[in-house]
């Protein structure tokens, strides 16, 4: 009686000890497990009794299994199982009704948000970022903006309602801190989320390294500055985990954090670095002051104290103002409307070939044994994997050769050289 005994059914404990019938699979935990009192481990995920005996009636002992495994019921080997708990399979993601997507995308002229990148670029370049991020427009509150979450599938995860200054472009924290959720305000029923990162639909293009920062607002003014990358945010500074990188895979990846972020996200990018190839930019910190500390720049506070017309038209000067009012372009759904010049077109000039720099950088590097030890490549960069940053820097240098915007790669495989000559 007493090697009877030693199997019993876990006591109950709260539904952390009931799991999920393998029998009826019903989604309440009604299935209690036998646990060995001598280990107090489970003896098999099946081995248990399920209480809706009126419906389901699966009962399992360990007698039972025992004699169906040919194991010794008195010194049962292998030794008791221990399961992972069971848990129900995971619903399938939830997305945006379209209807309420399309129904956003208007009233930009209500948009505080909107209103401020008007006052910061003016209309034609405002006009090109609602329609490159599809900044929409909520009646949450008055002025508020929506910022979609749109995956590389044109599917719509979910959106973050967010209030701003019109003047400052701060976000609005009193009384209250403005901030809700399209999926929240909706009330659609058991919605199943999955965030994925803000601008991951500008991901299709494979052809620019990408650029991760924590706000969605910062990501947009950014991409005015430094069109180069393609500009993604995760929402806030312990969003950057693998689930929304997983769609990074084989891509140059350069993080932007906050200040006093950067610790956290160095952190980050190691444990990440079996995805891409990540670099930290300290920018921030040296930058920033003892006052833009305190107040907790981020990348946009910076950008924003300089023209952004010496970032992104280094060679040319706009020689007539925009008119002083326009209306917005209308928003395309999924494509990229053709840039309305409110300026003159900067002159083409035929690009200038790098062919033979890097050859001689190619050669370079196939003949010297490279680095494994990270390489501090100047005061804002370090490099943690030299051979994937050269093979990164030089499929970005050779797909766009001769391209000024791009001149920067290469730069970096030449201080590079220079270093390890050193």
Known sequence: METAHRY???PYKGMNTRYRCPSCQQRDKTFSLYIDKETGEHIHPTVGR?????????????????????ISFDNPQPKAYKPQLFTPPPKPVSFIPVEVFKASLKAHETNHFVQFLIDLFGVEVASQLVSHYFIATSKHWNGATVFWQIDTQGKIRTGKIMLYSPSTGKRVKEPFNHINWVHTAVKQPDFELKQCLFGEHLLNDKTKPVAIVESEKTAVIASVYLPQFIWVAVGS???????????????????????NGFEKWSSKAKELSHLAIFTVSDLLECKATEAERKQGFDLADYLIKYDYKAFALPE?????????????????????????YYFSKPEQTKPESWEQDITELENYFSGITLPTQPIKLNKCSTITNCSQFIKSHFATVKANNGKRTFLPYLHRLQELKKLIIQ
């Open 8 to 10: 019993i059914l876990e």
């Open 50 to 70: 399920c209480n809706r005996e009126s419906n389901c009636g699966h009962h399992y002992t360990p007698k039972q299994y025992f004699q169906d495994n040919s």
């Open 237 to 259: 500074l312990t969003n950057l985990n693998a689930e929304k990188c997983n769609i990074l895979k084989g891509r140059t990846v350069t993080l932007f954090p906050d200040l």
């Open 316 to 340: 040319s000067e706009a020689t007539e103002p925009p008119p002083a009012v326009q209306p917005l372009v209308e928003v395309k759904l999924f494509e990229q409307p053709e840039p309305v």
